[in-house]
């Protein structure tokens, strides 16, 4: 089992930054592919950003075009936490903002196992 918190997110100006933080407990966070995803008033929840184990036993970082130059995704495994760093935010990246993890998932949502509450992010033109 495997619990995540999201924290980090508040309101900001078109353009601003914010860092979005997701704490996991257990001890195998590093065996596990973590992911971001979003979800807009009346919209589907949507896939952000992934760090990802890929096929040769490394880490990579694959993310949503909408978002592709603008965010990044980082973990540090001896804080069993991954980030999302969100810079040159737009009033279209308003969203509930999900930490997610599971294995052998990427871009596909329903692949992950484990889920935080999510955290609010609003970004004002």
């Known amino acids: 089992q495997v619990q995540l918190v999201e924290s980090g997110g508040g309101l900001v100006q078109a353009g601003g930054s914010l860092r979005l933080s997701c704490a996991a407990s257990g001890r195998t966070f590093s065996t596990y592919d973590m992911g971001w995803f979003r979800q807009a008033p009346g919209k589907e929840r949507e896939f952000v950003a992934t760090?990802?184990?890929?096929?040769?036993?490394?880490?990579?970082?694959d993310y949503a075009d909408s978002v592709k130059g603008r965010f990044t995704i980082s973990r540090d495994n001896t804080m069993n936490t991954v980030y999302l760093q969100m810079n040159s935010l737009k009033p279209e990246d308003t969203a509930v903002y999900y930490c997610?993890?599971?294995?052998?998932?990427?871009?596909?949502?329903?692949?992950?196992?484990?889920w935080g509450q999510g955290t609010q992010v609003t970004v004002s033109s």
């Open positions: 997610a993890a599971g294995r052998g998932t990427g871009r596909i949502m329903g692949n992950y196992d484990y």
């Open positions: 760090h990802s184990w890929n096929d040769f036993r490394r880490y990579y970082a």
